[in-house]
């Protein structure tokens, strides 16, 4: 039994039983039990011309997502809860990646016990299958873009005083499989840990996250190559998000070694500033988004710098993105209006860069999309695109997405064509 899984089935045997040994306020509190339920149904249709920039490589195809959760509450202190997910594709060629269809599977599946300390500290534990989120979602994400959201196998610790939130966790990571209940528990292809603080009500830049993750990858690609890997990441993020001018800047570090001796020496910052145009019709705003991701300096050398963006979300240029945040340097700008009630439309231009020649272009999923060829050129393209988003109820909401992306020299040379996509969707939640 490996140490990991020893501590996971360690944990979970002695938080109940120090869970249920508190003393409650009141009998009444301790035995009052609540029930909920809940989720929702999202419906998207897909068009592409020359899909993954391939002449004449056109597709329709409906992705379909259902998520339903129970959860009971046990007084103030103890919750479980389930989440089944059913992620369906119709009309995409087999093989069907697992984060598009992934028939019917245990989403997820945990115990929660909370402890109030005193009225400003409080402690809490979570075991079992559960999403993680953090911060912006650049690194860890539920992915709620694609088809299917990811979960992982964790035992997860959070701290809260007054401004300061702690959470420590260790977990594995939950490989989707297209089928049914077949995805793995406790699968340590993929481990993942680490401690995330958030710090409110901090002077001048008001708030800030301070953080540290590990990951240990079974087999990961870099560059056309394959490779077993351990990284470690530090980061730090400054953000302020309720005003009518926000900020969100965010810069992390990352090193560690390959299991065939390859250093690891890899690096992201990302900068997001908007501004909201309260007193005006249609409540504009403008943004401004910029991103610096490393990628490979030299494919011959001992060093791996292509920085691995750990499990973002997917939905990173649109619903649906081409390019994935590895090896690469972004321009974003955008507006948004608000010209009717309950009815948003964003404008963005976006303009994509390789971060090195010597690295490949890589897709949502990490992937490498396009190798490199010994190419010097570094323009990738640029991508215009309409979203509109409406509420029809509170709970019903209608999403559209309509991207063109113009090659430049990087794709020509590489005989890449202009594509053009277009998302229509509605999700209902309940």
Do not use: C
């Not at 810069?251 to 500033?273: D, F, P, R, V, Y």
């Amino acid at each position: 039994m490996t140490i990991s899984r020893y501590i996971f089935i360690s944990i979970i045997s002695l938080i109940p039983v120090f869970g249920f040994s508190q003393q409650q306020d009141s009998i009444e509190r301790s035995n009052k039990i609540n029930f909920k339920q809940g989720g929702d149904i999202r419906v998207q249709y897909f068009h592409f011309n020359n899909q993954n920039w391939k002449k004449g490589n056109d597709s329709d195809y409906l992705l379909t997502r259902f998520l339903w959760n129970a959860s009971i509450n046990v007084g103030a202190s103890h919750q479980f809860k389930v989440e089944f997910q059913s992620g369906l594709a119709n009309g995409i060629p087999k093989p069907v990646s697992p984060v598009d269809e992934n028939v019917l599977d245990l989403h997820q599946a945990y115990y929660n016990y909370s402890h109030k300390i005193n009225d400003s500290k409080k402690i809490s534990a979570t075991v079992g299958r559960q999403e993680l989120q953090y911060g912006s979602q650049r690194i860890i994400s539920v992915r709620e873009g694609p088809n299917n959201r990811q979960s992982f196998d964790a035992i997860k610790v959070k701290y809260e005083q007054n401004d300061l939130s702690v959470d420590a966790f260790l977990s594995t990571y939950v490989q989707a499989k297209t089928g049914f209940f077949n995805d793995r528990f406790l699968n340590q292809n993929n481990v993942l840990w680490g401690i995330y603080a958030v710090k409110h009500h901090v002077p001048v830049i008001q708030n800030f996250d301070l953080y540290y993750l590990g990951i240990h990858r079974k087999q990961e690609v870099i560059n056309l190559n394959s490779y077993e890997t351990k990284k470690h990441s530090l980061g730090l993020r400054i953000w302020e998000g309720t005003s009518n001018f926000t900020y969100d800047l965010e810069a992390l570090l990352q090193w560690g070694k390959a299991n065939s001796g390859e250093q690891i020496n890899s690096s992201t910052a990302s900068a997001h500033i908007t501004y909201k145009f309260a007193e005006l019709d249609w409540k504009p705003i403008l943004g401004l988004k910029a991103q610096y991701i490393s990628g490979d300096k030299d494919s011959t050398d001992q060093t791996l710098n292509t920085f691995d963006p750990i499990y973002p979300k997917g939905a990173y240029f649109g619903l649906s993105p081409i390019i994935g945040p590895k090896n690469l340097t972004n321009i974003h700008l955008y507006s948004k209006i608000n010209p009717i009630k309950d009815l948003t439309v964003s404008l963005e231009y976006i303009y994509f860069w390789r971060n090195s020649s010597e690295d490949a272009v890589y897709d949502v999923g990490g992937n490498p999309l396009i190798k490199s060829l010994n190419q010097e050129s570094r323009n990738i393209g640029s991508q215009f695109q309409v979203s509109p988003q409406y509420h029809l109820k509170e709970k019903l909401v209608l999403m559209g997405d309509f991207a063109y992306f113009k090659t430049d020299q990087f794709l020509q040379e590489s005989d890449a064509v202009d594509l053009f996509s277009a998302a229509l969707g509605i999700q209902y939640s309940f």
